[in-house]
Every structure is written in C-alpha cells, then in structure tokens.
C-alpha cells in the first residue's frame, strides 16, 4: 500500500537576509509542507514566512517564541504562527511533533473573492494574532489541533483524493482562526511594538555580516537607535543580547559547513567571523558538547 511517509521530512530552515525563509513547502501545484521533528532535532532559528503553520506534539517539549511572546509546548499540545511573523523553536532532545506549513492560496487564491475577503484577509492582518499556543483545554485549541492531525494523517495515507481531504481540513482550521479573530475578544498576543521591526533590521544585519568584526554599536546603528535601546528590545524579542544571538549564529554556520565541505576548519572558523582558533574551538565544544574536528567526524 502506497502512502507519502518517505516524503516527510525534517524541518530545516534557510532564510535570505532579512530573516524570510527561503524553504519552498510543497510544490507549485499544492503549496503545503509537511514535517516532522525527530528526537535529537536541532533548533529552527528566527525567520518569518507568508505561510500559516500549524503544529502538534508527540512527545517532548520545545520552547516557542513568536515575536514577544514565549511558551512552552508539550505532548498532546501545539502551536499556530500567522503568516509573516518572526518565530523561533527551541526542542529538547526528545521533541517529536508535525507540522503543517501551508499557503493562504490553498484555501483561496483570489483576493477579491468572499472567502479570501471574510476569512483570510482578517486572519492574516490582524495585528494581535501573531499565534497561539493550543492547548486540548480549551474547546477552539482542540479542533485546530484536530484539524492538524487530520491533515497530516491524510497527507500519510495518500488515499485518492487526499489533496481535497487535507485541504478540507485546513479550511476548516482557517475557519475556525477567523472565527476567533472576527468575533471574539479573546488576544494571545499583544499589538506588536516597534521592536519587532527594529529586531528584523538587526537579524537582518547580522546575517549578511557572519563574517565581520560586529560591535553593539554596528547593530543599533542599523535600527538607528541607541545601544541601550538596541540591548532593551533584541533582548525582548530574541531572549538574548545582540552578540550572544551573533555567538549563535556564528556556531549554526561553522556546523553546517563542518557537515557539508571540505574547508579547513580554520578557514570555516575564519568565514563565521571567529579570528580566535582557540575561541572558536572552546565556543563549538559548549555549544556542540565536541571540539570541531570530532563533530565533522560524527556527522560525515
């Protein structure tokens, strides 16, 4: 019996400059992607998308943040994250969960029509749902995390028609969003603030610079607001100073490079900013728990 299993794959993240995601989900002709996050997963670092995502847990639990906000996730729970907004998740080592990651053209991709005007449009620019954390406590929670399980199990099967069967599922998941947008009070998150922009011109900043000498007042200059201002609002919204999050980063890249080329280690070191062998090596071990050598070696 066919099915799609061999197609779900882990999620990684490669994003452009600014932080936007450069992963294509799905195909052209059906843009929705589906993952899962094994044990072991790494973290999937800030970056925004114009998709939705809806997300559940099988076992394990993760630490979320969606723009200001943070929370944790656990087994039997999940997460929403609107379209076009900064996120980040942070698993333990025994984090297990599937995502479904979909653009608003599935349900419909024409703006003037009803649907996209009564349902998406309201959904997508409301300013104080950057996501939820859903919970099996509260009714609406349920059904979106149903509705998840419901499009990912329909994705596995590969049934016939399985395409109108999970986009059946996310229409109704969207429905159900709208629904808390338009007509109830209910606010997990607060409007955002202009730290969110700032946070994206210095992410922004940081990445297309890995390899150059960054001091806190490069940064704040790029947001055009003071060090201290700069400090307040990275440390909000990413849960760390600016070159704590730029040591991050640094590490991310060395890994991946370590993994997929044949460069020295030094001269990796050098293309990740790190001038310091010694630095660099010390800083990998207590990131990675392995000097650079020993990770090359265990992911070759």
Request: proline share 4%; aromatic share 10%.
């Amino acid at each position: 019996m066919k099915n799609n299993i061999s197609k779900i794959t882990d999620c990684r993240c490669t994003t452009d400059a600014s932080g936007l995601e450069l992963v294509k989900h799905g195909t052209r002709s059906f843009p929705i992607g589906f993952y899962s996050k094994t044990l072991h997963s790494t973290e999937v670092p800030w970056h925004w998308h114009d998709h939705l995502e809806l997300e559940y847990v099988e076992d394990g639990e993760a630490r979320i943040t969606i723009e200001s906000e943070t929370f944790t996730v656990r087994k039997g729970e999940g997460f929403f994250v609107n379209s076009a907004r900064l996120h980040a998740v942070f698993p333990n080592e025994d984090y297990v969960s599937h995502t479904v990651v979909f653009h608003p053209s599935v349900i419909s991709s024409n703006p003037e029509s009803d649907i996209y005007r009564k349902y998406l449009e309201p959904l997508i620019n409301s300013d104080s749902f950057a996501g939820i954390h859903l919970t099996e406590k509260i009714p609406f929670h349920k059904q979106l995390l149903g509705y998840t399980r419901e499009a990912f199990e329909s994705y596995i099967k590969d049934d016939f028609g399985f395409e109108l069967d999970v986009t059946n599922s996310l229409s109704k998941a969207v429905k159900c969003l709208a629904y808390q947008v338009i007509n109830t009070s209910e606010k997990n998150y607060s409007v955002p603030d202009k730290s969110i922009l700032r946070v994206k011109k210095m992410l922004a900043y940081l990445t297309q610079n890995l390899s150059d000498k960054i001091e806190i007042e490069n940064i704040a200059k790029v947001a055009r607001i003071s060090t201290t201002e700069c400090l307040r609002c990275f440390n909000k919204t990413v849960g760390m100073p600016p070159i704590q999050y730029l040591k991050r980063l640094r590490i991310q890249k060395a890994a991946l490079l370590l993994g997929s080329s044949d460069d020295k280690v030094i001269d990796i070191a050098l293309s990740c900013g790190f001038t310091d062998m010694s630095y660099f090596s010390r800083a990998f071990k207590e990131s990675r728990g392995m000097t650079p050598k020993e990770y090359r070696k265990s992911v070759r």
